[in-house]
């Protein structure tokens, strides 16, 4: 399984960025895809997850502001990030988990929101 995170780059306060992280495999067998974000100096956190049925959680940091989404056909998961701040950046990481369990992370994406 692969899972390959793509999106990330240079913005300023208050733009849009969206991520995607497309699977090397159907989608549907992950019971959850998410989010997480590593700032500098600090620790990988979820941003941001959803289920296969579609449940999404968005941490209240976040909430208003990003979105989570998946697309089957495409076996990808997006996260739509608005109104972006300068605390937003960070490395952003894909994690899918199966249903044994075991956890699969993507190489992150790095996104930085300058002020």
């Known amino acids: 399984v692969q899972l390959q995170a793509s999106g990330g780059g240079l913005v300023q306060a208050g733009g849009s960025l969206r991520l995607s992280c497309a699977a090397s495999?159907?989608?549907?067998?992950?019971?959850?895809m998410g989010w997480y974000r590593q700032a500098p100096g600090g620790q990988r956190e979820l941003v941001a997850s959803?289920?296969?049925?579609?449940?999404?959680i968005v941490v209240d940091s976040v909430k208003g502001r990003f979105t989570i989404s998946r697309d089957n056909a495409k076996n990808t998961v997006y996260l739509q990030m608005n109104s972006l701040k300068p605390e937003d950046t960070g490395v952003y990481y894909c994690r899918a988990r199966d249903n044994v369990p075991y956890i699969y992370w993507g190489m992150g994406t790095l996104v930085t929101v300058s002020s």
């Open positions: 495999v159907n989608i549907y067998t992950f019971d959850a």
């Open positions: 959803i289920t296969r049925a579609g449940s999404t």
